[in-house]
């Protein structure tokens, strides 16, 4: 993480943290392995708010130190058995995201962009999890795509809808008021504001 200002740590590892509160906040499905979480509400944050290649830090950050055995996964979970077990798709698909939400929301106006094209832009993020997420999913439970889909996907997208309505109205208020933020070298909503 060399070049990185303090402030970029520092804000790096709240969202860091926030994606572990997220994953805390988990409720398990009886017929998948997979649990609903608050996670990706956060994740996809990270690249909206701090730009692309920040966000990506922040979920990097956050996996490596569920790796190193910091019970920061769903359910209190960590270690390389959390990784690869049915789920840990879904944690590489938060690389991902955050990469995602931040170069689209970077393309976006620089005063407050249109509210289809920022909940589009947040939608991607939330939808590109699930990518790495089923097609681990099938793997790891040596299932089809439709079943895979079935417990991994479909019953989860409401729940998607809510977080990313959650995201749009978030990112929309801090677009209003950057001195809650700073200025910060990233592209994201924070690089927005101070553009005002």
């Avoid at 798709?89 to 995602?100: C, D, E, H, Q």
């Avoid at 790891?140 to 989860?156: D, H």
């Avoid at 409401?158 to 929309?172: E, H, M, N, Q, T």
């Amino acid at each position: 993480m060399s070049g990185l200002t303090l402030r970029e740590m520092v804000l790096a590892a709240f969202f860091a943290a926030l994606t572990a509160v997220g994953a805390w906040i988990s409720f398990p499905l009886p017929f998948s392995q997979v649990p609903i979480v608050l996670a990706n509400l956060f994740v996809i944050l990270s690249g909206a708010i701090l730009g692309k290649k920040l966000g990506v830090i922040s979920q990097l950050v956050y996996l490596l130190l569920g790796l190193a055995g910091a019970p920061v996964f769903a359910q209190f979970t960590s270690g390389p058995a959390a990784l690869a077990g049915p789920s840990g798709g879904y944690l590489v698909g938060y690389l991902l995201a955050a990469f995602i939400t931040g170069a689209l929301v970077e393309h976006l106006p620089r005063r407050l962009p249109p509210l289809p094209r920022l909940a589009v832009s947040l939608a991607a993020g939330a939808v590109i999890i699930y990518l790495p997420g089923i097609a681990w999913l099938a793997h790891s439970l040596g299932v089809n795509l439709q079943t895979a889909l079935a417990q991994g996907f479909y019953y989860y997208l409401p729940g998607d809808a809510l977080k990313i309505i959650v995201a749009v109205v978030l990112c929309r208020s801090l677009m209003q008021v950057p001195q809650l933020w700073g200025s910060l070298a990233g592209k994201g909503i924070v690089r927005h504001a101070e553009m005002e």
